[in-house]
Structure formats: C-alpha cells, structure tokens
C-alpha cells in the first residue's frame, strides 16, 4: 500500500491537545498519510503499520545500541563518568551484539517463569505496604500508589537488604532520568555525579554474595561468573542497570493503564475479579491498546534500507512505534476497542523480538497478576471518579493522577 498523495504537506504532531490522554487519533492519521514519515524535530523516520513495525523490530539491519547512530556523542572523558560509562557500554542496551546473545544465554534462566514465580509472595506484601499508604479518604490516587512498586520488586529480585533498599530507589531513580535524551549537560552531569553511592553499594553487595551467596539474581550471576569467567564485574553492575531501566517504569505505566482501561470497562474488571489469572491478559490488552511509549525505541540503521516505498540511509534512526501498529484495523478486529478476551491479542508481541526481546516479561506478567487483582481485592468497591490526568513528558504517557472512590460510603 502507498502512501496518502497529500503526504507531503501531513505534519504529525504529538503536541495537539488530548494527544497523552488519547493519541490514537494521531497514530490513525500517520497509518494512513505517511506510514513512514521523517519527523524533523526527532531527526528520525516514524513507522507506524503493524507489518512495518514488525519488520523493523525483526530487521537486523537495523541496530538497538546509540553507539550506532550517526550523531552519537560519547560522554566526556572525566574520571567520575568511568564507572557510569562502563555500566551501560557493558549493559544489555548497548553491549556489542556478539555480548549480548552471550549475556542473554546466561541471564536469561533467571527469569524464566518458574524462577520468577517465588517473587510472587513478596510482590503481594509490596502491594500491600503501597495500598496502606493511601490516606484513609473516600476519593485516593491510585497513580502515585504503584510508583515504588516495580522497583522494590527488582530490589527483591537481587536481594537488596532492607537498610540498602531506599539508597537503591534513589539510585535507580536518578539512573531512569538519566535515559531522557533532552536534559541539559548540568542536569546529566548532576545525575551521573549523584549515582557514586549507588554504584559502592552495588560492588559491596557484589563482593558480599562471592563471600556468602544466596538464593538471589546476583549469587546466581556471581556463580556463573566464577565457574566460567564468562561474566565481568562490569556486566554484572550493567546487567543491574539493565534491569533498572528495563523493568521499573515500563511497569509502573502499563500497571497505571491497565487500572484506568479495567476501571472504564467494569464488566471486564468483574471478570479480573473473578479470576485473577485474567490479568495478563488485561496487561496485554493494555500494552496494546493503550501503549504508555508514545514513540518507540530508536533504533539505527547500519545500511541502507528500503521500508514501505521510503529509501533510508545508513546512520539514520527509525522507530517503530507499537503503540500506533497495534491499532492498525489491517490485523487487529475492532482495534479502538479494549477487550482482555480478544483473539488476535497474540499478534501485539508487546514485549519484542528477536534477541532484544524482553527479558523481564514473565516478572512483568506475574506483576500484573499479582498486583492488579490484590487493588482489586483490597478496594472492593472502587470507581473511576474522574478522568486522568497527565504530565508532559518527552516519550512517555504520564498518567500523574488517577482518582477513584473507595465506594466505601
Ligand atoms: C509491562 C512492562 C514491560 C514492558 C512493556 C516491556 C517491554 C519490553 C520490550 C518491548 C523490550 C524490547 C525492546 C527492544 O526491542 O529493543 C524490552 C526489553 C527489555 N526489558 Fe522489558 N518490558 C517490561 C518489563 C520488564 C521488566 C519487569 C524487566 C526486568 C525486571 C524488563 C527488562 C528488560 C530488559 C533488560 C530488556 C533489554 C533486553 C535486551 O536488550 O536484551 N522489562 N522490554
């Protein structure tokens, strides 16, 4: 199919009033007018049909590390960058592809599901601890409820002890800023300077667990660095990051929207009710419905490559953005609407492909399942009291604000 004639003179424009609260209208313009369309101010090519974004999430021509895109700048040289700079060249985003697939071979069995499911129990008690830090009102926020939730869960994951937990959430928290492209080189420098602490406190943990391993990530991923030096200390500290900026907020908005879409579809939310295990389903649905990444993740064209009837240039950047191919009308049936039982929910592949896929999508799906059903259970008779509301932000839905009512009155 070829573009719409009058593609030149379509502007996309993210900016339009109501695009965080609905964008499907927009990504509905851009399927159908510029399919691919160069977006000047982001220097990138935009996909937006279903079989353009899998492709390019299948091409291997196209590169997932920012050391591959033409106008990468590395970070100054200065001593107090070195620890930051070896993290994420050795973390799964950015490692070199022979790395990664060796990475992946040696971390991916823990997260497979059934190493993931004794985290079950403890993602429960999280939930619960955020629950009753709800002020004791009628009408609370469920937005800020969820924040800390993903992030401890990591913390249990690598077995964080409970004094290093809230240096950990201030670590990771500045390490999350730190993927935001558009933040000056004071506020970088700031960030970069406040993660030392972190840092310490990872290698101390590292050096704890060579003495006395555990049943957690870390002792698991120490082993098999020490049975077949396959795995640094700079992957290790990578692979932490790498799991920080993977798992935290990704969960944090999908869980956000799973509420809003469950909380406006009550008769779905009655079935989550009643059967808890339906809540992967809604996160699915969510992801695909709802997608909180307005855009994608960028990725770099390593030669040149022809998408749609567009001729692409070695060094540039193309993102598929999953948000907008997964309400194409040309794959999925009735795309505008939310339904956690809907046949072709399997084609939405939310959590990638290829060698990149996501690692952590079984934590994510347990998450789901376990927090989504314990908010349920816990706020018997909530109902949505009011519309949303976001924050601007550069390539995330913020949903800031979610008000309900206990309808505990
Ligand atoms: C709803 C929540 C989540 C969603 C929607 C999500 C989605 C994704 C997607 C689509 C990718 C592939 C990106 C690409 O193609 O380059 C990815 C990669 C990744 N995810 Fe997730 N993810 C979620 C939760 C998690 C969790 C809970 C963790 C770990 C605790 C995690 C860790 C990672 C890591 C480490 C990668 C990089 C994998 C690699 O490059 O080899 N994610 N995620």
Not at 116 to 145: F, N, S, Y
Not at 212 to 233: A, C, K, V
Not at 276 to 300: C, I, Q, V, W, Y
Request: hydrophobic share 40%; charged share 25%; proline share 9%.
């Amino acid at each position: 199919m070829r573009a719409d004639p009058g593609a030149e003179s379509f502007v996309f424009n993210p900016f339009v009033e109501g695009f965080d609260e609905d964008p499907a209208p927009v990504y509905s313009e851009l399927r159908a007018r510029a399919p691919v369309y160069f977006w000047p101010l982001a220097e990138a090519y935009l996909v937006s049909r279903y079989q353009d974004v899998l492709a390019v999430l299948k091409d291997p021509r196209l590169s997932r590390s920012h050391r591959d895109n033409a106008r990468y700048q590395p970070l100054p040289e200065v001593p107090e960058y070195q620890e930051y700079r070896s993290a994420t060249e050795n973390g799964l985003f950015q490692v070199k592809p022979a790395d990664h697939l060796r990475l992946r071979r040696l971390v991916n069995p823990g997260f497979s599901p059934r190493a993931i499911e004794r985290l079950r129990g403890q993602i429960r008690e999280i939930t619960l601890a955020a629950l009753a830090g709800l002020p004791a009102a009628e009408l609370v926020d469920l937005a800020p409820m969820v924040d800390d939730i993903p992030l401890r869960v990591i913390g249990r994951l690598l077995a964080i002890p409970p004094a290093m937990e809230p240096g950990f959430l201030s670590f990771a928290r500045a390490r999350l800023l730190l993927i935001n492209p558009a933040l000056s080189f004071e506020e970088r420098d700031e960030l970069i300077r406040g993660l030392a602490p972190g840092y310490r406190d990872i290698r101390t943990l590292l050096a704890e667990r060579r003495q006395r391993p555990g049943d957690d990530l870390l002792s698991n991923l120490i082993h098999i660095e020490e049975e077949g030096g396959r795995l640094s200390e700079a992957e290790l500290i990578g692979m932490v990051e790498s799991i920080i900026i993977g798992g935290a907020d990704t969960t944090v908005h999908t869980l956000r929207f799973m509420l809003l879409n469950l909380l406006r579809n009550p008769e779905q939310l009655a079935r989550v009710r009643a059967d808890p295990s339906l809540a992967r389903a809604a996160m699915e649905e969510t992801l695909r419905f709802d997608h909180f990444n307005k855009f994608g993740t960028p990725s770099f064209v390593l030669e040149d490559l022809t998408i749609g009837d567009v001729h692409i240039a070695k060094g540039s950047t193309v993102i598929p953005m999953k948000g907008a191919g997964s309400r194409d009308p040309e794959v999925f049936a009735r795309p505008d609407e939310f339904d956690l039982a809907r046949a072709d929910l399997g084609e939405a592949h939310n959590f990638g492909l290829g060698p990149h896929s996501c690692l952590g999508a079984h934590l994510a799906r347990l998450e789901a399942e376990v927090v989504v059903p314990t908010i349920l259970e816990q706020l018997p008779g909530m109902t949505l009291a009011g519309p949303p509301q976001f924050t601007p932000h550069l390539f995330f839905r913020v949903m800031s604000s979610l008000p309900v009512r206990r309808g505990m009155t």
